[in-house]
């Protein structure tokens, strides 16, 4: 479709886009209305902001708050209430001084009408980015589409779009001047492109796409082409984004991996990705560095007709505004956390989560508690709806989310359709994603969503809420907000950490017990795969005396009790190649690539080079992981890109006398025919691509090899990422692969002969 035409200049009024909602039906046999689109601002109009001093940034004061330059009357900013100006630079009308919970009473009782304004100020769909439909290049092209023309209801015979996304990367910051310009409220006009971030209401420097908290959402149909044209403005930062989820074949190329599938884009260049995407909820995030955790991550949805989902007779509506990106944030940029402190802010835990890039903060030294909003979904009496969790976290901890009052039907995990089952509570590790249906089948009213960091993140208490609200109900829920310490009842969990997989019970569901809901290619299940590979993981603790060796550079982790640590993989730790594998491969030594059974010489115990296990094309794979990290709390995800595998067992060891399992134990195990493995007719094993390796046990995975090219094998923690927790497959050869697009970048070591003069 042309857009150019179609697409007047920004800004928008609201009721316009109350019109366009209308439209984004996304089940054919549902009505949208507006109301299922819409969230309130009421509740954080009026209420006292008062001056606020910031303790949040190791209890120095802000440099920069949001200051309130027209304290009362009828300017947009007004409906803050009265702050005080004369604070200066520490007020933040953010803050609230009421410890009691996320909001007060004020709060809660002036109802305004519901406004159809989303993520930052944005109207109309969650962190689709409409100002996009602004750029150049869609001007320019008529056969792209513009973001909201590709969040559509698909249908069968509908031609595919191409859809068109341009986003700029810059350093940003949450509670900048933008939010003085355009912070929306109930009767001024809300610009669609509203550039405040707002966050969890605690001022810090940040990195952003298109000024988004997340970035902009890609939503669009099973066969539709995607085009984004990423242009870093990160000043002095290079970066690559991976489409975690999206499978590449025939893109290789463009999977996002620094070293492998390419060179990092350079400040100032533009890299435009194109790939078409495997259906199911799917997400993007920088993987260079550390700059996911910084902002850098946004939603993808690939839908399909609802002829081809499994699944779709369990839900009314798939609309865009119900998906739930889960994210860990820190007060600081994550640079503050590597290699790490001893003493100040030690550990890479984060301080808070955020649902879709939003939630309040609580200090836990001032009881201080912000007031930004919280994540608001809105659901009509009657109705079914599919929600898409993502869960992008960065940090160690899983996220646990809950809804007050509802059951949660599971339909599919990271994309793949399963068969349903019914939960009360979702535990995610990062890089998983859950799409589940509730059914609005409770009193009419608002509901609290909870979502708890676990494991390290129970600590600080780190939470979030969020809030299920009935169209026409009330804005705030009846009840309590639940706390980190008491919280909604969990009923029956859905991935339990306790990882027992192996047995029956009815208080949880183990990823392993999921059935497929989609045919399984018979080969995967023979007894035997054509090829094995067991693949131990560590941490390597050094000792300081070893690691601060005058001269040497060795990279490592101050972990949370202090251990410096890098990560092995099978002994290896991963290090990138200087130019990428897929473009420049007759660039690299070959004495660079190593594994298992290729170790270098002189190799020792923290042995780093570029871990490649070679595959043949289309081969049955089965990789074993086995968790020699042993630590308590600690389990860790392990994303494999360009495929979906089917997970055939998880456990630990059967044997009571066995306190450890390493890989000696697990091929022993094996041998005896005592791993577990689900392989009968029927057994269905789900497909997924980020798997939880349970502490001190294993992971059994397959996948038929039918997409060659360089896929990495990782770890999903990010701070795991870059002390080496990686791996790289190689399927097939150089010449099963497309050759790469025509002056594609290229990158490595200069090297020149030095000259005398
Ligand atoms: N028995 C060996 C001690 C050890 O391996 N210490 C590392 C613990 C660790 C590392 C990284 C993390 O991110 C983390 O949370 C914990």
Not at 110 to 128: D, V
Not at 146 to 172: G, Q, S, V
Not at 322 to 330: A, C, G, R, T
């Amino acid at each position: 479709m042309v857009v150019n035409n179609k697409h007047p200049v920004l800004p928008y009024q609201i009721g316009a886009w109350d019109r366009h909602d209308s439209e984004k039906i996304l089940i054919d046999k549902a009505i949208s209305t507006a109301e299922d689109q819409s969230t309130s601002a009421s509740w954080w109009q009026a209420g006292t902001a008062t001056p606020f001093r910031d303790t949040l940034n190791n209890g120095f004061a802000s440099t920069h708050g949001l200051v309130q330059t027209h304290p009362s009357g009828n300017d947009p900013f007004s409906t803050f209430g009265t702050v005080d100006s004369t604070a200066g630079p520490s007020s933040n009308p953010f803050a609230q001084t009421s410890g009691s919970g996320p909001l007060s009473g004020t709060f809660r009782s002036n109802p305004l009408p519901p406004l159809t304004r989303n993520g930052n100020g944005k109207l109309g769909l969650k962190h689709l980015d409409f100002t996009s439909s602004a750029t150049a290049e869609l001007r320019r092209n008529s056969a792209l589409s513009a973001p909201d023309e590709c969040a559509r209801a698909c249908r069968e015979n509908e031609p595919p779009r191409i859809c068109y996304y341009h986003f700029t990367l810059e350093f940003y910051t949450v509670l900048g001047a933008a939010c003085q310009v355009c912070t929306p409220n109930a009767t001024n006009v809300v610009w669609s492109h509203c550039q405040c971030v707002l966050a969890d209401g605690v001022e810090r420097g940040i990195l952003s796409t298109n000024r988004m908290l997340p970035g902009p959402s890609i939503q669009v149909c099973e066969n539709d082409k995607v085009v984004v044209d990423v242009e870093n403005h990160m000043e002095g930062m290079e970066v690559t984004i991976h489409w975690h989820g999206i499978w590449q074949r025939g893109s290789q190329y463009y999977d996002g991996v620094p070293f492998v599938t390419q060179c990092p884009i350079q400040q100032g260049n533009t890299f435009r990705y194109q790939w078409q995407g495997n259906a199911g909820t799917h997400f993007w995030h920088a993987h260079t560095g550390l700059q996911k955790l910084d902002g850098l991550y946004g939603s993808i949805v690939v839908r399909q007709p609802p002829s081809k989902d499994p699944n779709s007779h369990l839900y009314d509506y798939d609309l865009t505004t119900h998906v739930m990106l889960l994210s860990d944030w820190l007060h600081e940029d994550a640079a503050e956390r590597y290699p790490g402190r001893l003493a100040v802010n030690t550990g890479q835990d984060p301080e808070n989560v955020l649902i879709n890039g939003k939630g309040q903060f609580r200090d836990p030294n001032t009881g201080f508690m912000t007031n930004t909003p919280l994540e608001v979904f809105t659901i009509t009496p009657g109705r079914r709806y599919r929600f898409r969790m993502i869960n992008a976290f960065a940090s160690v901890c899983p996220a646990q989310v809950t809804f007050e009052g509802h059951n949660l039907t599971v339909i599919a995990t990271d994309g793949e359709p399963v068969q349903p089952v019914q939960v009360n509570t979702i535990i995610s590790f990062s890089g998983e994603r859950y799409d589940f249906v509730i059914e609005a089948n409770n009193i009419p009213g608002a509901y609290w969503i909870q979502v708890r960091g676990l494991g390290e993140c129970g600590i600080k208490r780190a939470q979030q809420l969020g809030i299920l609200r009935y169209a026409r109900g009330p804005y705030q829920p009846s009840t309590p907000s639940p706390t980190y310490d008491i919280g909604i009842p969990q009923g029956v969990v859905m991935n339990p950490l306790d990882a027992r997989c192996n047995e029956p019970r009815n208080d949880a569901i183990c990823v392993s017990q999921l059935k497929n809901a989609r045919h399984i290619d018979p080969a995967i299940l023979q007894d035997r795969p054509d090829v094995k590979i067991f693949l131990p993981f560590r941490f390597f603790v050094y000792r300081p005396e070893m690691l601060f060796q005058p001269n040497t550079y060795n990279r490592y982790l101050v972990a949370p009790q202090g251990d410096h640590v890098i990560s092995l993989i099978d002994e290896i730790s991963y290090m990138s190649p200087p130019a990428p594998l897929i473009s420049q491969y007759d660039d690299i030594n070959p004495d660079q690539f190593c594994n298992g059974d290729n170790r270098p010489a002189d190799c020792g115990q923290n042995c780093m080079c570029t871990h490649k296990i070679d595959i043949p094309l289309n081969a049955v794979v089965e990789i074993v992981l086995v968790d020699e990290v042993q630590i308590v709390n600690l389990s860790h995800p392990f994303h494999l890109h360009g495929y979906a595998y089917n997970v055939v067992g998880i456990g630990r060891s059967p044997d009571q006398n066995v306190k450890k399992i390493n890989l000696k134990h697990a091929l022993d195990l094996d041998r005896r025919g005592l791993l577990e493995r689900h392989l009968k007719q029927g057994d269905l094993p789900p497909a997924k691509d980020t798997i939880a390796v349970p502490n001190n046990g294993y992971v059994i995975l397959r996948f038929r090899a039918t997409n060659p090219g360089f896929w990495l094998l990782h770890c999903h923690f990010l701070f795991h990422i870059v002390i080496g927790m990686n791996v790289v497959l190689q399927v097939g050869t150089q010449a099963d692969l497309p050759p790469v697009p025509p002056n594609f970048p290229t990158c490595g070591d200069h090297l020149p002969p030095i000259t005398a003069n």
